[in-house]
């Protein structure tokens, strides 16, 4: 029973190019949240996502930050144009239905390191 | 003022010794309270998982939540060295608009056990 897995689980990019970060649910959830850690820093949330549907943006940088959990495929987690100050931890979470309810389950991470 | 504070930030006992650690918050509308171990460059795992006020016991840890004065608590009995990680509170809220789902988190508690 596989957990939520990401990759890559690290990436190195220069400042201005694109980062994709990807995140594969636990099976049978259907609800997936990202959360960025920086250094010295708790985890703090950035988006959740239903299948086609952003349900909550709120924590998102307005520039530069998108979101996507199509019908098919992983969830996507893209920053276009990097900058130093994106180096960081960011995590994928999965849910069975909606957090408030149902626990969230974490996988690995993928580490961004803005060069 | 931070929606959730953790304390201690960092926390060194001998083993076997009962480890304390607590998270206050403002927001009277998170409901439900789980407590996550980080192990270092890992992803979080959930320990204990509560709804409303009162005690869980899960093994040697126990989660105590007290809504009247927005104050939660982790303990852990007869620590092992294995239990070194950072310990982060979590909340959530069912109510209001579309910020349910989503996890507030502490700061996180360092925490070390040593032989």
């Known amino acids: 029973n596989a957990g939520v897995m990401q990759n890559p689980r690290h990436l190195v990019r220069r400042r201005g190019q694109e980062a994709r970060l990807r995140c594969s649910p636990m099976?049978?959830?259907?609800?997936v949240y990202w959360y960025r850690q920086l250094p010295e820093e708790g985890l703090k949330f950035m988006v959740y996502?239903?299948?086609?549907?952003?349900?909550?943006e709120s924590g998102m940088p307005k520039e530069r930050f998108s979101a996507e959990f199509p019908k098919e495929g992983p969830s996507i987690l893209r920053i276009q144009q990097v900058v130093r100050g994106d180096s960081a931890a960011y995590f994928c979470?999965?849910?069975?239905?909606?957090?408030?309810?149902?626990?969230?389950?974490f996988g690995p991470g993928t580490r961004l390191t803005v060069l | 003022q931070k929606e959730v504070e953790q304390d201690p930030g960092t926390l060194s006992v001998p083993e076997g010794a009962i480890v304390s650690l607590n998270c206050t918050y403002s927001?009277?509308?998170?409901?439900?309270f789980m407590w996550y171990r980080q192990y270092s460059r890992k992803g979080p795992e959930l320990l204990m998982y509560?709804?409303?006020?009162g005690n869980k016991e899960d093994g040697r840890f126990t989660a105590q939540v007290d809504k009247s004065s927005k104050y939660i608590s982790l303990f852990i009995r007869d620590s092992q060295p294995s239990d070194s990680a950072t310990y982060l509170c979590?909340?959530?809220?069912?109510?209001?608009?579309?910020?349910?789902?989503?996890?507030?988190f502490g700061q996180g508690t360092i925490l070390t056990v040593h032989p």
């Open positions: 979470a999965s849910s069975p239905s909606q957090g408030g309810t149902d626990t969230q389950y």
């Open positions: 099976k049978g959830h259907s609800h």
């Open positions: 996502l239903q299948k086609e549907n952003i349900i909550d």
């Open positions: 927001n009277s509308a998170f409901q439900y």
């Open positions: 509560t709804y409303s006020s």
């Open positions: 979590a909340m959530s809220s069912t109510s209001g608009g579309t910020s349910y789902g989503k996890l507030t």
